[in-house]
């Protein structure tokens, strides 16, 4: 019985952490003013198969499979956003349609940590992409695009970059928040070093 519990509470404390995700995405709330503890994010994800020469097209995800990425607040003693008293947002984004986002975050370092497919064990990966939010600032982190293999083979996996994709991107934000895209300034989100094993 003792064995049971032990495999059990690692399952509950993670179900409990999701459980207590915030959505990235505000830009469907009234945003206040920032105030000198608030700044302001904008960007996107996109995820887009990436089809390999010869490939059919019916191996393609159905457009309506949804990719979770999760972001954590990444303050300097807890840069991997494990502990539990630590904000924890999730953004949802469906397979080929960019998902922008708008999001009001107390000041400081946050990491958009992973990705993962519909919830699924071992579909998704780590991006470990860090930005910042600095009180009184509207900053544009740029589009996170991820390219998934709709066949996974040995040694070939995802990709990810970051792009610019502010004029897209602020021109549809500002028909919701004007004043936001027009004091939005470039700081793109940085792969952040992983340390050596």
Known sequence: MQH????????GI???????????DMSGERLTPLGPEWGVVIGSVLVKPSKASGE??????????????????????????ESPYGERYRLDAKTGEERIFISRLRSGRYLMKTFSKDNMMGIGGDLYLLFDS???????IGRVLVEIPQRVSRGKGYRFTVENARESTLAQVSHDHPDL?????????????????
């Open 134 to 140: 600095m009180a009184g600032e509207v900053r544009y």
């Open 56 to 81: 059919d097209d019916r191996r393609r995800d159905p457009a309506d499979v949804t990719y979770q990425f999760d972001i954590v607040q990444s303050p300097p003693g807890d840069p991997d956003g």
């Open 14 to 24: 993670a179900l409990s952490i999701v459980s207590c995700s915030t959505s990235f």
């Open 4 to 11: 049971r519990t032990r495999l059990w509470a690692p399952i």
């Open 181 to 197: 895209a027009q004091r939005a300034v470039d700081v793109p989100m940085r792969a952040r070093e992983r340390p050596e094993p």
